[in-house]
């Protein structure tokens, strides 16, 4: 395969580990762009993670859902049919990295 196709077909094709520390990268940094954007004020979005933040667990939350969700991309992710979630998570933590940049910057 040749051109864009080829370049998808063969991303597509990573391993299912790689995919797990990208998610588990994007979900760690999206743990610590909160907790900077908890010091200036803002609240959490996520009602549950807001309800855990107010007891105190909102980094050993993010930590083991992060852990949960990674192990659990990196054991799915070979046998194919849940590639598409695994990108979509992938995405989706990369896109609230962006999002919690773009607020704080301004604030």
Same mark, same amino acid.
């Given at each position: ?31 610590l /762009?909160?907790?900077? =954007?908890f ?5 959490e979005?996520?009602?549950?993670? @807001? $309800? %855990?933040?107010? *007891? !105190? /667990?909102?980094?050993? =939350? ?9 192990g659990l991309? @990196? $054991? %799915?992710?070979? *046998? !194919?049919k ?13 896109g ?12």
């Amino acid at each position: 395969m040749r051109g864009a196709s080829g370049f998808l077909f063969r991303l597509y094709r990573v391993s299912g580990i790689c995919i797990a520390l990208v998610y588990a990268a994007f979900s760690l940094s999206d743990m610590l /762009l909160s907790l900077g =954007a908890f010091a200036l004020g803002v609240s959490e979005a996520n009602p549950v993670l @807001a $309800w %855990l933040t107010e *007891r !105190g /667990l909102f980094v050993h =939350a993010k930590v083991v859902l992060t852990g949960i969700t990674a192990g659990l991309i @990196a $054991w %799915l992710y070979p *046998r !194919g049919k849940a590639r598409p979630l695994a990108w979509s998570a992938v995405l989706l933590s990369a896109g609230v990295n962006v999002y919690h940049v773009w607020g704080l910057s301004v604030l």
